[in-house]
């Protein structure tokens, strides 16, 4: 029999994932609805993440802010495993600047000797908050963790989108639209945790414009599209 | 990946520039610039790369037809071998040789995904090198060398490699589209954002050698556990300015955890002392000074060099460095290895044990780097499986002078006996069993 070289098994890096879900009332209806989906297939999409990349230690936390104020759902800093999303309820306010303050808190509680990639934080908001909001968002971009994390915001309905760009600004990807679940799914999976462990992993990327953003589906030959792609993408005004 | 989640429908049959149709069969994942499917073209599997249009630059695409016309230098290489026009005519991807799951990435072996040998990995080490040198004696440079692009033969455990993804082999310093990979990327590249040249390649080279054979990146060190969060920019700041060798001679400060980094440290000190110095020296100097960089014939000598190094233990069956033939302790149950029997030539001195290959690089001046085709293979007795002896695979007769003075000739297929003292004439060369 012949005996395998030792191996280390790579570098495990702890990637942490922010979520901050908007529960208000004014997300009453279909915006919650969408929320609830994404979010549930979220949880199992970051869990194949999860399988597929041992290598990596993710760390998920929600707050929700609503009527209740801004609370951490399910437990603070789930893994995959645990990570399972109980569906939403709309109601109250819109406490956006309480939920800021609740992640920063918990960046900085964050143990000090570890090794993070760059934290992925998610607004999922329609945008229209009802408290002070700015001076806790200024706290959360000045901490030092929130200076290194990609910020995304995921533009639920009709959504304010002044605020929202003020959440993500300096970020590279910016404010998404999420019409459906699958499409939110996909930029948080693919684009911000993929990005943070892209050296990790070995992986190249490109700079400059977003590609899966740019892609112009009407050169490709009649009737080789997968209608399942269009159904859940942003390029259907391009194709019909 | 859900289903879903891909551009092309399953079973769409698309044609080539000349004509030919291909049938989409599977979804097999995506990258930056595009998504890759199984597909079958002339009733062969083959894989389909489709772009996305925004990725695939101007010079890329023009390129593309370029590499097609070319075809491959080395079998290693996968190249395009036709391209499929859009509607507008436009290429909208290409056809390339289908890589199955008998290859893993050198992720996988980075990440202790797979059971592997020094034998193989040293093979693979020699193959990755000969194709770097082949593409470049073609005017050409890889540019975008990464952990998920080089694959490794795996079943078989043979060591060939493949370097799939050519979308960005370009000639040297051509504006493409910037793409990287900051742990493989030259520091010059995430520093200065120089464009790919001979060089850069050298370095990313160098750095798949390391991880291919210790299994872990040459500079993640102590800096990065004590980094804090490893954004990007943090990234280019500790494999450009700040990086140094995790076994740097004298700079202590960047050493690898001991606990987390067991294997590293365990296989650095199972290394020949000499091939440490070459690694001192590729990511030492070579980080910071371009030209100073290992050159593809330097890599090939050394590398065929450590692979003629390695012997068996008797009592694991480990396989384990010697150090220019000198006993060694086993990494896995710490008894003393020994070569059995050592093969000597002017400039080579292979550890012999059962399967081991001599090449023309070994006996024919001439013939540098020629370690593709063996011309001896060390076989066991067909009578008595405990003695080793020398296969002739060549055409040529070997004349042989025993221990006892005897002259004797070895046909072809014929063997020559391994006791110590035994001189075997190998073409223009002397082997010497020691």
Not at chain 1, 189 to 209: C, H, P, Q
Not at chain 2, 69 to 98: C, H, R
Not at chain 2, 133 to 157: E, F, W
Request: glycine residues 8%.
């Amino acid at each position: 029999m012949t005996i395998s070289i030792l191996q280390d098994g790579g570098d495990c890096r702890n990637l942490v994932v922010f979520l901050l879900c908007d529960g208000s009332k004014s997300m009453h209806g279909a915006k919650i609805g969408a929320l609830n989906m994404a979010m549930d297939e979220l949880s199992a999409r970051i869990l194949e993440y999860a399988k597929d990349n041992p290598h990596l230690r993710i760390l998920v936390q929600v707050v929700v802010f609503s009527g209740d104020g801004a609370t951490t759902a399910f437990q603070k800093w789930v893994s995959p495993q645990e990570f399972r999303w109980t569906p939403l309820t709309a109601n109250g306010g819109t406490p956006m600047g309480a939920a800021f303050d609740v992640a920063r808190q918990e960046l900085e509680n964050l143990p000090k000797s570890a090794t993070y990639l760059q934290p992925t934080i998610v607004l999922v908001s329609d945008g229209q908050p009802t408290d002070d909001w700015e001076v806790p968002l200024g706290r959360l971009h000045a901490c030092p963790m929130g200076k290194d994390s990609q910020m995304f915001a995921v533009a639920i309905g009709d959504a304010n989108r002044d605020i929202l760009g003020k959440f993500c600004a300096g970020s590279e990807i910016g404010v998404l639209e999420a019409s459906n679940a699958s499409k939110l799914v996909d930029h948080i999976v693919d684009k911000s945790i993929a990005l943070a462990d892209a050296a990790v992993t070995g992986r190249s990327f490109t700079t400059g414009s977003n590609p899966s953003q740019s892609i112009d589906l009407g050169d490709l030959p009649e009737g080789s599209i997968n209608e399942s792609f269009i159904d859940n993408s942003q390029y259907e005004n391009d194709l019909f | 990946m859900s289903e879903q989640n891909h551009i092309l429908k399953i079973g769409t049959v698309l044609a080539t520039i000349a004509g030919e149709l291909l049938t989409i069969l599977s979804y097999i994942g995506k990258g930056g610039q595009g998504e890759v499917y199984l597909c079958e073209m002339r009733g062969r599997q083959q894989a389909f790369k489709l772009f996305f249009p925004g990725a695939a630059t101007p010079t890329q695409l023009a390129q593309l037809e370029v590499n097609i016309q070319d075809g491959s230098p080395s079998s290693a290489l996968v190249f395009p071998k036709a391209w499929v026009p859009g509607k507008s005519g436009n290429p909208i991807g290409y056809v390339m040789e289908y890589v199955g799951s008998d290859y893993v990435t050198l992720a996988d072996r980075v990440n202790a995904k797979c059971d592997l040998t020094f034998l193989p990995l040293a093979t693979a080490c020699i193959s990755l090198t000969h194709a770097m040198r082949l593409l470049h004696a073609s005017g050409k440079v890889y540019g975008d060398c990464n952990l998920t692009n080089i694959m490794i033969q795996t079943r078989p455990l043979t060591g060939a490699v493949k370097i799939i993804d050519p979308d960005n082999i370009i000639p040297p310093s051509v504006v493409s589209g910037l793409v990287y990979t900051p742990n493989m990327a030259a520091p010059e590249i995430l520093r200065e954002k120089v464009l790919p040249n001979l060089e850069t390649d050298l370095f990313s080279l160098a750095k798949a050698i390391f991880l291919m054979i210790l299994g872990a990146d040459p500079y993640v060190g102590k800096q990065f556990d004590t980094a804090g969060t490893l954004t990007l920019d943090k990234q280019f700041e500790l494999y450009g300015r700040t990086a140094r060798f995790v076994f740097d001679p004298v700079n202590r400060e960047n050493r690898p955890d001991s606990k987390g980094k067991a294997a590293l440290i365990r296989n650095w000190k199972g290394l020949p002392g000499w091939m440490k110095k070459v690694f001192i020296e590729a990511f030492c100097e070579g980080h910071s000074q371009p030209h100073k960089r290992i050159r593809e014939s330097q890599w090939l000598d050394h590398l065929i060099r450590l692979r003629d190094s390695i012997s068996i233990c008797k009592n694991c069956s480990a396989q384990v460095f010697l150090d220019n033939g000198q006993p060694a302790r086993c990494w896995n149950c710490t008894e003393s290895v020994n070569a059995r029997r050592i093969l000597k030539t002017e400039r080579s001195e292979i550890v012999v044990n059962s399967g081991t290959k001599v090449f023309p690089h070994h006996v024919d001046k001439h013939s540098r780097h020629e370690v593709k085709k063996p011309v001896a293979e060390v076989v066991r007795h067909p009578r008595d499986k405990r003695v080793l002896c020398l296969k002739n695979l060549t055409e040529k007769r070997w004349k042989v002078k025993q221990t006892d003075g005897a002259l004797k000739e070895v046909e072809k297929g014929g063997a020559a006996s391994l006791a110590r003292g035994t001189q075997i004439i190998i073409g223009d060369e002397v082997a010497e069993i020691k």
